[in-house]
């Protein structure tokens, strides 16, 4: 019994130690590594999500240019129509 409380008490302080030990140099050079990345990342979604919104709204322009010159179109057309009536009466 005595055997197995002292192989349990130096086990888990062996776990113990080894968990309390601080990060290494490679590990805090590859969080560094990766906190850059992120980062950059962020930046290109950011830059990203603006050109979006830009292209969408030159888009919505663009629809609403196209949807304008239809209606001048038609009513054109009908001008021409009534015109073409006129003679004919």
Request: proline residues 0%; negative net charge.
């Amino acid at each position: 019994m005595n055997k197995m409380l002292l192989a349990a008490t130096a086990s888990s302080v062996l776990l113990l130690a080894g968990c309390a030990s601080g990060t290494d140099e490679a590990m805090t050079t590859k969080l560094d590594e990766l906190n850059n990345q992120v980062s950059q990342l962020n930046e290109q979604v950011s830059a990203l999500r603006s050109e979006t919104a830009s292209l969408t709204s030159k888009a919505n322009t663009a629809t609403d240019a196209a949807v304008s010159a239809q209606e001048e179109a038609a009513r054109a057309n009908e001008r021409i129509d009534n015109i073409a009536q006129s003679y004919t009466k």
